[in-house]
């Protein structure tokens, strides 16, 4: 799902008015777009927007902001979220495997930039199953799935850093931001979490092992100095700064939360894609210790 | 005779009872049957551990993909 909030937010940042924003949706979508739903969608993170609006807003953000990988990467990635969204596919089960065969043949071509992106997106691959083989009790599946998704993603981020040190050496334009290493090490997280029920995130050792052996805390912090609007950042700082019991933490999180939307400052809210955080058990130290600070 | 007949009336008005009561509450408790045949045949708690991680690898290589079906507060991966 994407974030429109953050895109948005990350498009009027540029310094457009309200006024060229419109006309830059206009050139994209001639049947434009109702000015009341665009300040809704700047200033609300539940709101939802319909598929044309959505469309035209993530195009303009493309063209804003391209991205770096190869449009043939680019293009991979595309097909598969379809093909995951599209829920009355029948054959979806087997497309998925052959487009596994494919990337593993096809991940061994090209430059480094783009096996990284084949990298990553082979990593999404095996990260998507994550959720349903849990839930399933296909505990050895799971194990395997984990392993080939950090395997990935961890090939992805060495030969992205590679590319950005490279870059800077030669004092070419870097064109992988720290916000580009930084999904990959979410999604890095991401493996260890979504692989354990909610009531085994507080107390995995993995998971804990991963969190203090990486700069996941710090990283997202420089984040959301660049882009405070980024919720989902301020909310994933939260969860885990609070399954490492950092008081500190949670409080700077809990405060980069409402700064991206003062909507959250209420523990019920619930934006688009996520649940409120009062109902997800992995925030639960957290408001303990904000509830006592408030007192 | 009236008796016995009263008898075997409200036995088996007693029979068709219990028969539609216990109809109801299969239909409300169906058996788990898709869960059970997706569980892994392997024990919940066996360890896994590296060095077998390889191993499961290979035997998992054709493993059949599963449709994605997040449920509760799960992170979201992003590209």
Same mark, same amino acid.
């Given at each position: 799902m994407s974030n429109l909030y953050s895109k948005i937010h990350r498009l009027k940042a540029q310094g457009w008015t309200w006024e060229t924003f419109l006309q830059k949706i206009d050139l994209i979508y001639p049947a434009g777009i109702d000015p009341k739903t665009l300040y809704a969608l700047h200033r609300k993170p539940h709101h939802q927007a319909n598929n044309q609006i959505s469309k035209a807003i993530l195009e303009l953000h493309d063209q804003q902001f391209p991205s770096p990988f190869p449009a043939d990467t680019q293009a991979l990635l595309n097909i598969y979220n379809r093909l995951l969204s599209c829920k009355k596919h029948s054959g979806i089960d087997q497309d998925i495997k052959d487009f596994l065969v494919f990337l593993a043949s096809d991940i061994n071509f090209? %430059?480094?930039?783009?096996?990284?992106?084949? *990298?990553?997106?082979?990593?999404?691959?095996?990260? %998507?199953?994550?959720?349903?083989?849990?839930?399933?009790?296909?505990?050895?599946?799971?194990?395997?799935? #984990? +392993?080939?998704?950090?395997?990935?993603?961890?090939?992805?981020?060495?030969?992205? +850093?590679?590319? #950005? @040190?490279?870059?800077? #050496?030669?004092?070419?334009?870097? @064109?992988?931001? %720290?916000? @580009?290493?930084? #999904?990959?090490?979410?999604?890095?997280?991401?493996? *260890?979490?979504?692989s354990l029920h909610a009531d085994q995130r507080y107390t995995d050792q993995s998971l804990k092992h991963y969190l203090n052996h990486s700069n996941f805390i710090q990283s997202s912090k420089r984040v959301l100095h660049t882009e405070p609007y980024q919720w989902i950042i301020a909310r994933n700082g939260l969860r885990f700064s609070s399954i490492n019991s950092n008081k500190a933490d949670c409080e700077f999180f809990y405060q980069a939360l409402i700064i991206a939307n003062s909507a959250f400052a209420d523990f019920n809210y619930a934006p688009n894609g996520a649940p409120p955080i009062m109902q997800s058990t992995e925030f639960k130290w957290a408001i303990q210790q904000i509830n006592e600070g408030i007192q | 005779m009236i008796r016995q007949i009263i008898i075997i009336f409200t036995s088996l008005l007693l029979i068709s009872a219990c028969s539609s009561s216990d109809e109801q509450d299969r239909a409300e408790h169906p058996a788990p049957a898709a869960t059970v045949e997706l569980m892994d045949s392997r024990s919940e708690g066996e360890s896994t551990s590296p060095a077998s991680i390889k191993a499961l690898k290979k035997s998992h290589k054709n493993a059949p993909i599963i449709l994605i079906q997040n449920e509760d507060d799960d992170m979201q991966r992003l590209d």
């Amino acid at each position: 799902m994407s974030n429109l909030y953050s895109k948005i937010h990350r498009l009027k940042a540029q310094g457009w008015t309200w006024e060229t924003f419109l006309q830059k949706i206009d050139l994209i979508y001639p049947a434009g777009i109702d000015p009341k739903t665009l300040y809704a969608l700047h200033r609300k993170p539940h709101h939802q927007a319909n598929n044309q609006i959505s469309k035209a807003i993530l195009e303009l953000h493309d063209q804003q902001f391209p991205s770096p990988f190869p449009a043939d990467t680019q293009a991979l990635l595309n097909i598969y979220n379809r093909l995951l969204s599209c829920k009355k596919h029948s054959g979806i089960d087997q497309d998925i495997k052959d487009f596994l065969v494919f990337l593993a043949s096809d991940i061994n071509f090209g %430059d480094n930039l783009r096996r990284a992106r084949l *990298h990553w997106l082979k990593a999404d691959i095996h990260l %998507d199953q994550l959720p349903t083989l849990r839930n399933n009790g296909q505990s050895q599946a799971l194990a395997v799935q #984990k +392993e080939l998704a950090l395997e990935h993603y961890q090939q992805s981020y060495q030969l992205l +850093e590679g590319i #950005k @040190t490279q870059q800077q #050496k030669s004092q070419q334009a870097v @064109t992988i931001d %720290d916000f @580009t290493l930084y #999904k990959l090490q979410q999604n890095m997280l991401a493996c *260890h979490l979504n692989s354990l029920h909610a009531d085994q995130r507080y107390t995995d050792q993995s998971l804990k092992h991963y969190l203090n052996h990486s700069n996941f805390i710090q990283s997202s912090k420089r984040v959301l100095h660049t882009e405070p609007y980024q919720w989902i950042i301020a909310r994933n700082g939260l969860r885990f700064s609070s399954i490492n019991s950092n008081k500190a933490d949670c409080e700077f999180f809990y405060q980069a939360l409402i700064i991206a939307n003062s909507a959250f400052a209420d523990f019920n809210y619930a934006p688009n894609g996520a649940p409120p955080i009062m109902q997800s058990t992995e925030f639960k130290w957290a408001i303990q210790q904000i509830n006592e600070g408030i007192q | 005779m009236i008796r016995q007949i009263i008898i075997i009336f409200t036995s088996l008005l007693l029979i068709s009872a219990c028969s539609s009561s216990d109809e109801q509450d299969r239909a409300e408790h169906p058996a788990p049957a898709a869960t059970v045949e997706l569980m892994d045949s392997r024990s919940e708690g066996e360890s896994t551990s590296p060095a077998s991680i390889k191993a499961l690898k290979k035997s998992h290589k054709n493993a059949p993909i599963i449709l994605i079906q997040n449920e509760d507060d799960d992170m979201q991966r992003l590209d």
